[in-house]
């Protein structure tokens, strides 16, 4: 059964840099079968896409962050980071990481979601 | 950025009544529009792709209309899990979210 599971820091200074990682089980993605993405929710707002990578490293950011993401795989640890630096209060969001089909060009499988606050 | 604009912000409705949400993209997107059902503490559910397409294990209450810039999301005779707030998602230019439709135990 396939579960994607996000893990890091829940406090970040601002001006630091946020670090996450999603753990997958159930699938490879080494595969190549699926990419994989970033997406976040600042609180009481909507859904924000922040980059897909694939196996190969290849990756695709949302433009309005893309100066400031890295997202990457390991797929010798079976999971994929996200960095994003130079954080803001802005930046405060539930980060998800997801599945992404080309077939069906979406998003069909979430992790639960995880709460980064950046504060001082 | 194609901005993508749900109505209502929130839809109050009784279970096994009809529910329609709407969803408007700021230009064409195509077909290329998608539904997501997110329930507080859970993942975000795909429900809809293709603008009608519904994805896997998604009951046919759930329907899916429209193309270019106007969309419907309609869930015929609601259950009581279907109360959630609901996105809209292009993928015509990259991916945008709309600011989702909490639907609500009238």
């Known amino acids: 059964q396939l579960q994607l599971q996000e893990s890091g820091p829940g406090l970040v200074r601002p001006s630091e840099t946020l670090s996450l990682t999603c753990t997958v089980t159930?699938?490879?993605?080494?595969?190549?079968?699926?990419?994989w993405a970033w997406i976040r929710q600042p609180p009481v707002k909507g859904l924000e896409w922040i980059g897909t990578?694939?196996?190969?490293?290849?990756?695709y950011y949302n433009p309005s962050l893309k100066s400031r993401v890295t997202i990457s795989v390991d797929t010798s640890k079976n999971h994929f980071s996200l960095k994003l630096t130079s954080v803001t209060a802005a930046d405060t969001a539930v980060y998800y990481c997801?599945?992404?089909?080309?077939?069906?060009?979406?998003?069909?499988?979430w992790g639960q979601g995880i709460l980064v606050t950046v504060s001082s | 950025e194609i901005v993508m604009t749900q109505s209502p912000v929130t839809l109050s409705v009784s279970p096994g009544e009809r529910a329609t949400l709407s969803c408007r993209a700021s230009?064409?997107?195509?077909?290329?529009l998608a539904w997501f059902q997110h329930k507080p503490g859970q993942a975000p559910r795909l429900l809809m792709y293709?603008?009608?397409t519904r994805a896997t294990g998604v009951p046919a209450r759930f329907s899916g209309s429209g193309s270019g810039t106007v969309f419907t999301l309609t869930i015929s005779s609601l259950q009581s899990d279907d109360f959630a707030v609901y996105y809209c998602?292009?993928?015509?230019?990259?991916?945008?979210f709309g600011q989702g439709t909490k639907l609500e135990i009238k």
């Open positions: 997801a599945r992404f089909s080309g077939s069906i060009h979406n998003f069909d499988f």
């Open positions: 159930g699938d490879s993605i080494s595969s190549g079968a699926f990419y």
């Open positions: 990578v694939f196996y190969s490293g290849s990756s």
């Open positions: 230009q064409s997107v195509g077909s290329n």
């Open positions: 293709g603008a009608s």
């Open positions: 998602q292009q993928y015509s230019i990259w991916y945008t």
